[in-house]
């Protein structure tokens, strides 16, 4: 009786309960050509958002000292992890042998026409490139992706494509969005990479989710 109740439970629990965007959202079957991107941040936003790991809501990081506002939507790649398959890419890239992945899951940016004007939705996202990012010593992606189907943006399959002012613009953005009075910021962009490598980085980043959590769905599944 028990195994045949565990069933309809699950499925209602997951219609009354939300399911936390990192873990519980599934980045989609046509990964990574077609990914599913939970969006923290808008361009409108003028205080960080970011989602709190243990619950799964949004909370508020901290306000904005500058007028440096983010200029795309904001958010990170569900079920992906920055660990060692990450780090080792890095490596291979930049010839440093310092490097580590920074324990949080791949950072994306969206870039459409659209004005979407809050942030805490799922969009679905064509990645075509991204920034490596180094944070002190941890590697710290950036993928860039255009909205799927987007009447302006959709139209772009590489980074090589988009208009250099627009990417000036998110470096600019992520050179600069941690800088406070008196801190010295070490953050670098060592490379701007195309769409194989925006691949690679998302397949070894949901290897290290799976190393990481490969305990989890055998865990919940026994709930």
């Known amino acids: 009786m028990a195994n045949r109740l565990m069933d309809p439970i699950g499925r209602l629990m997951g219609l009354r309960y939300k399911s936390h965007p990192w873990h519980g959202v599934d980045i989609g079957p046509d990964a990574p050509n077609i990914i599913t991107c939970y969006i923290e941040m808008v361009p409108s936003d003028t205080v960080k958002y970011e989602v709190d790991k243990a619950s799964g809501y949004l ?3 901290r306000p904005q000292k500058y007028s440096n506002v983010v200029p795309a939507l904001y958010g990170f790649v569900p079920q992906t992890f920055s660990a ?6 890095c490596k291979e890239k930049t010839g440093r042998d310092d490097i580590i992945g920074d324990g949080d899951p791949i950072d994306i940016c969206v870039l459409t026409e659209k004005d979407i004007v809050h942030g805490d939705i799922l969009v679905k ?5 991204g920034f490596r ?3 002190s010593n941890e590697s710290d992606d950036k993928i860039v992706a255009v909205l799927d189907n987007d009447a302006f943006y959709g139209q772009f399959n590489d980074i090589s494509e988009i208009p250099e002012l627009v990417i000036d613009r998110l470096k600019h953005y992520f050179l600069t ?3 406070m009075p008196g801190k ?8 701007v990479y195309g769409k194989d490598e925006a691949f ?3 397949t070894r980043s949901q290897e290290d989710y799976n190393n990481k959590f490969k305990s989890l769905e055998s865990v919940l599944s026994n709930v």
């Open 177 to 179: 969005y941690k800088d």
């Open 133 to 135: 990012m180094i944070d």
């Open 200 to 202: 690679e980085v998302i």
């Open 84 to 89: 060692q398959r990450v780090a080792e890419f």
């Open 59 to 61: 909370r508020l990081d």
């Open 184 to 191: 010295t910021i070490d953050v670098e962009i060592t490379h």
């Open 125 to 129: 996202a064509k990645p075509i490139g």
